[in-house]
């Protein structure tokens, strides 16, 4: 699948599985030194691959008509700095919810690891305005050593070394947000220790044999 191609199938499932709604959200996915990028203004259900424009690093365009995502600096900023070769960015209910009222999501259940903080964490990006490079350093800054971030008042950001990967990620957030959130409607969330946590990691890296015939 091509770059735009790509961004049309995962467009189309971000919106699908109610991680985005009409217009708000935007996908990029890199190759070398050029990047597609979903379009500003456009239902992410609905896109052809022409209509997806290709930039370079410094956010020049190379190829379409339109114009691309406002968030766009945030994504270069966040190659400039990264390998990650996809970002997703969306405005899910539960990621947004734990963006407009706390500090961090910290973490409830063992899978936040796969979101790559070693302490679980998904930290909230300081607010700022959107498209800013103000914002693109804020989450770039969010973002170190992980491979998810929440933006104050805004949203969540993931990455990944494919478009897949970053958009597998933007689901496990969504749904450890929601986790964490019901959570606190019913009692008080349990948060893992960090022995809890590194005894994952070790598990994790020294899986147990598992017995044959
Ligand atoms: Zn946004």
Redesign the pocket.
């Known amino acids: 699948m091509s770059l735009r191609e790509q961004l049309c199938e995962y467009g189309r499932r971000a919106v699908e599985l109610g991680l985005v709604i009409g217009t ?2 935007n996908l990029s996915v890199r190759d070398a030194d050029r990047v597609a990028v979903t379009p500003s203004g456009a239902a992410l259900d609905r896109l052809t691959p022409e209509m997806c424009p290709i930039v370079d690093m410094a956010g020049r365009l190379v190829a379409g008509d339109l114009r691309p995502s406002s ?1 766009t600096p945030m994504h270069l900023a966040i190659y400039e700095t990264t390998d990650a070769r996809a970002v997703v ?1 969306t ?1 899910s209910v539960f990621g947004t919810v734990v963006a407009t009222t706390m500090a961090e999501l910290p973490p409830v259940h063992y899978n936040a690891l796969m979101l790559g903080g070693m302490d679980g964490v998904v930290k909230v990006a300081e607010y700022a305005t ?1 498209g800013t490079p103000e914002l693109a350093a804020n989450v770039r800054a969010a973002l170190e050593g992980r491979r998810a971030a929440l933006m104050a008042n ?2 969540g950001v993931t990455v990944g070394a494919t478009l897949e990967e970053a958009f597998e990620a933007t689901r496990l957030l969504e749904w450890l947000c929601e986790v964490y959130v019901r959570g606190l409607g019913v009692g008080r969330p349990a948060i893992l220790t960090k022995e809890q946590l590194a005894a994952v990691v070790e598990r994790t890296l020294n899986p147990p044999d598992f017995p044959r015939l």
């Open positions: 708000s959200g968030e960015h405005h959107y805004h949203g």
